[in-house]
């Protein structure tokens, strides 16, 4: 069975800090996804980023990074000098291979990032 | 730009109402998905559908059933509304299987059920 924890269930912090968000995940499967999407207050829930279980390379995308350790099944997500418009509910998710008919997705439970100015 | 597009951002209905949720996407993928969203429990996979008229049943599929006539478009359909069905109804859309694929999601609806 496959499962997605997400520890904090809401951060606050104040603009400018760092902040990191939690993933950690289970599967017995060799070949699977990791994802990270936002959901800012309008809705609709963003992608973010997707790492492949065979790359564990940590990533840099402006302020924001990923840290994939498989070693401790994490995938955490850090945004540096948070600012407002980081307020939203961030999900970690996790998709193994499946054929047709069937879809492997598994999301966490979600983490309600508040940014204060 | 891409889209997945919801018809309704906010619904009032009544207990025992027949509740259709409809979502057009225009990426021409194959996968179609509706999720129910909850505080403290994350997205559900109410149901899925890799194909015109094909449907399969995700996590949650009581009290709901769906319909996919058109490629584009993949409608939730809520036969006879509780209360408990009280919630954030999210479509996403996706490639076939096999892929890696990230879903895209439209921008939800909110039901509330009296």
């Known amino acids: 069975a496959q499962k997605v924890t997400q520890a904090q269930t809401e951060i606050s912090v104040v603009e400018k800090e760092d902040v990191t968000l939690d993933c950690v995940y289970e599967?017995?499967?060799?070949?699977?996804?990791l994802f990270w999407y936002k959901q800012p207050p309008s809705g609709e829930l963003v992608f973010l980023i997707r790492r492949n279980s065979f790359d564990e390379q940590n990533e840099i995308s402006g302020r924001y990074s990923w840290n994939f350790q498989k070693s401790t099944s994490s995938f955490n997500f850090t945004i540096t000098a948070s600012q407002v418009v980081d307020s939203a509910v961030y999900f970690c998710?996790?998709?193994?291979?499946?054929?047709?008919?069937?879809?492997?997705?598994?999301f966490g439970k979600g983490t309600k990032l508040s940014v204060i100015p | 730009d891409v889209k997945v597009t919801q018809s309704s951002r906010y619904l009032v209905k009544r207990t025992g109402e027949k509740v259709f949720l409809e979502c057009v996407q225009d990426m021409d993928h194959e996968n179609m998905f509706w999720y129910r969203q909850d505080p403290g429990l994350g997205l559900r996979l109410i149901y899925f559908s890799y194909d015109v008229k094909m449907k399969e049943k995700g996590d949650i599929p009581e009290g709901y059933s769906v319909s996919r006539e058109k490629k584009e478009r993949f409608s939730l359909i809520l036969e006879s509304a509780s209360t408990n069905q009280t919630s954030m109804y999210l479509c996403?859309?996706?490639?076939?299987?096999?892929?890696?694929?990230?879903?895209?999601f439209g921008e939800g609806s909110r039901l509330t059920v009296l």
């Open positions: 998710a996790l998709k193994t291979p499946s054929g047709a008919g069937s879809y492997q997705l598994t």
């Open positions: 996403a859309s996706s490639l076939a299987e096999p892929n890696t694929g990230e879903l895209f």
């Open positions: 599967t017995r499967d060799t070949t699977y996804y």
